[in-house]
């Protein structure tokens, strides 16, 4: 069964950059689409980015996309989401999910999540 666990939050300043790590275990990922989400104190969770496993494309929702650059390490089974230009409006908890391919274009939705990794913009 797959398992994922995230890593690398923390608190950083405004401007500042975070890489985010979405370990997966148990299955490799293969055609698995990963998707990052975030939830900020008070608000509902929302998608960040998306990479599909079908056809490697990645997606961005337009409050992150030219900051934040979704990537996966096939040997590593691992999927990252690097975070620059980091303001507080990014702090939240971030989760990576796995789904069948069609999670990005939301057709599917995700299997498995992880728990989390908090980021936290402040000066």
């Known amino acids: 069964q797959l398992q994922l666990a995230e890593s690398g939050g923390g608190v950083v300043q405004p401007g500042g950059s975070l890489r985010l790590s979405c370990a997966a275990s148990?299955?490799?990922?293969?055609?698995?689409?990963i998707g990052w989400f975030r939830q900020a104190p008070g608000k509902e969770r929302e998608a960040v980015s998306c990479f599909s496993g079908s056809d490697k494309s990645t997606y961005y929702e337009d409050i992150v996309r030219g900051r934040f650059t979704i990537s996966r390490d096939s040997a590593k089974n691992t999927v990252y989401l690097q975070m620059n230009s980091l303001q507080p409006e990014d702090t939240g908890v971030y989760y990576c999910?796995?789904?069948?391919?069609?999670?990005?274009?939301?057709?599917?939705?995700?299997?498995?999540w992880g728990q989390g990794t908090e980021v936290t913009v402040s000066s």
């Open positions: 999910a796995a789904g069948p391919p069609g999670l990005c274009s939301r057709k599917r939705q995700a299997n498995y």
């Open positions: 148990g299955v490799t990922l293969g055609y698995y689409s």
